[in-house]
């Protein structure tokens, strides 16, 4: 077959089939599809009435914890998710807070800080916030008083926020409180990059008979302002946490210092009667320490 041929051939088969499509009834238009229907979720579930209305109001507004909020399904209201998100971003915050420099001056308390060079090495290395710097020792052992009855601490911890929104207010309630049970109060010092154990090496500079530190606590939800007391009777370096005694949730809508600062003095008082804390209190029996407020 020549090339005329072949082109004759291919172009006879390309006709007909050009000829059956036009000749073809049109075909039926598809049916449109439906629209997707959109629902919004699960209906909220409102909560069954309560047997007493009043009861539920005061549980409500005795606690800043999450009760009664009803749900979506198996899911969050949209303003209890909201509220998480918010009470999370006010940890983070707290944690990431910062004491200024001239912050403590201010309050007329002796200014240190631990061996932490900056913020980042002091969440990354928990050890460098026990010990004070060279200058800080220094300092602690020229101007602090020496040998008191309580060596008052504030600390600034994992939320310097909390320090500064109730600091003040129980370092004072503390040293009227101690003063009142006829304690020698030292001067207040505060501690910046600041961890627990701290208090041990300063009451061995200060030669204090007892210690006291306030610090931030590290923020749980909604919690950033809230401050922990650590007391401790006869200070030494590394003295065990069995010897300590904490009083936590120390804030306005927690337990407020006032009252916690009368809770430390007598704490402390027992202390010194007993000849020591922690478990020197219970009678040896770490399981029995009825003298721990956790507020």
């Avoid at 238009?29 to 109001?57: D, I, K, S, T």
């Avoid at 207040?188 to 931030?216: N, W, Y």
């Avoid at 804030?251 to 809770?263: D, L, M, W, Y």
């Amino acid at each position: 077959m020549t090339e005329a041929e072949l082109r004759e051939l291919v172009k006879a088969i390309v006709t007909d089939v050009v000829k059956e499509v036009e000749s073809a009834p049109p075909a039926a238009a598809a049916a449109p599809e439906p629209e997707p229907e959109y629902g919004r979720g699960p209906e909220h579930r409102p909560l069954l009435p309560a047997r007493n209305e009043a009861v539920l109001a005061h549980l409500v507004t005795t606690t800043p914890a999450r009760i009664i909020t009803g749900r979506t399904g198996t899911r969050y209201l949209t303003h209890s998710y909201l509220g998480l998100r918010a009470d999370h971003a006010i940890a983070l915050d707290a944690v990431e807070s910062e004491v200024e420099e001239a912050w403590a001056q201010q309050q007329g308390w002796l200014p240190l800080r631990t061996k932490a060079k900056d913020h980042a090495e002091f969440l990354l290395h928990p050890e460098q916030g026990r010990r004070l710097d060279e200058a800080s020792r220094a300092r602690c052992e020229k101007e602090a008083d020496k040998g008191v009855d309580v060596q008052l601490i504030a600390g600034d911890g994992l939320s310097a926020l909390a320090l500064q929104v109730n600091g003040p207010a129980l370092i004072k309630a503390l040293q009227t409180a101690f003063a009142a049970k006829g304690f020698r109060v030292g001067k207040p010092l505060f501690v910046k990059f600041a961890r627990i154990a701290v208090q041990d090496e300063i009451g061995v500079l200060t030669q204090a008979k007892s210690t006291v530190i306030v610090v931030g606590e590290r923020p749980g939800l909604g919690t950033g302002d809230s401050l922990s007391i650590y007391t401790a009777f006869g200070p030494k370096l590394a003295q065990d946490n069995a010897e300590k005694d904490c009083i936590s949730n120390v804030r306005t809508v927690g337990f407020p210092p006032e009252r916690a600062a009368q809770k430390a003095a007598e704490l402390m008082k027992a202390s010194f009667a007993a000849g020591g804390g922690g478990v020197k209190l219970s009678g040896g029996d770490p399981a029995f320490r009825p003298h721990v407020v956790n507020h």
